[in-house]
């Protein structure tokens, strides 16, 4: 099977969540970038509310200006993967070489991250409205955000592997097709055009 490379970010899991980490941020970097990503596919102007949600107030004066920047990166590079017609989206998740567990853990924070940015721009009577593969997609992202991992032994730990890259794989896929579909009913602001974090 081949295992798609999870590094395509400006910026990786380990250097965002070092961070954030430092910043005593409330949200650890998976959840931080499901966020954004959310608030991205929702059309709001989102920046100020997102970065709250991520930083927390009042966030660090000595370490907000260096996640500041590094969330920018994180910004530019979604809205152009998403934008884009590439679909060489990829969520910001642990490398392949850590432990399964830790990976899950990321992935269903990740989706709850953007369940949250999704209502910062649209209310849950259109989310919950969505014709198609789009309204599945909500409902498929609320049962990952929920997942767990029960530890089997090591026959089972090839299937399992397989069984989160095909989650992963899924979840590149699902939040395209909402970004188009959000896209349709209302266009988004144009992601050429500067936005400032507040």
């Not at 070092?18 to 920046?47: F, K, M, T, V, Y």
């Not at 269903?108 to 997609?137: H, I, K, Y």
Request: glycine fraction near 8%; hydrophobic fraction near 40%.
């Amino acid at each position: 099977m081949h295992k798609r490379d999870m590094s395509e970010s400006p910026v990786s899991f380990d250097q965002l969540q070092s961070c954030l980490n430092r910043a005593a941020a409330p949200s650890g970097a998976a959840e931080s970038h499901g966020s954004l990503c959310g608030a991205i596919c929702s059309g709001a102007d989102q920046d100020a509310a997102w970065l709250s949600h991520v930083l927390g107030e009042p966030a660090s004066a000595t370490t907000t200006p260096e996640c500041r920047d590094l969330l920018e990166e994180l910004r530019d590079a979604a809205r152009s993967q998403l934008g884009g017609f590439e679909m060489d989206f990829v969520p910001l998740l642990p490398a392949d070489g850590q432990p399964l567990t830790q990976r899950v853990e990321a992935l269903g924070l990740w989706c709850q991250g953007f369940l949250f940015g999704l209502s910062l721009g649209r209310t849950r009577e259109v989310l919950d409205n969505l014709p198609g593969e789009a309204g599945e997609v909500i409902h498929d992202l609320a049962e990952i955000a929920r997942a767990g991992f029960d530890s089997g032994d090591a026959d089972e730990e090839e299937a399992d592997e397989a069984a989160y890259f095909e989650l992963v794989e899924y979840l590149r896929v699902a939040v395209q097709i909402l970004y188009e579909e959000l896209h349709r009913i209302a266009p988004l602001p144009d992601p050429d055009q500067p936005v400032t974090l507040h």
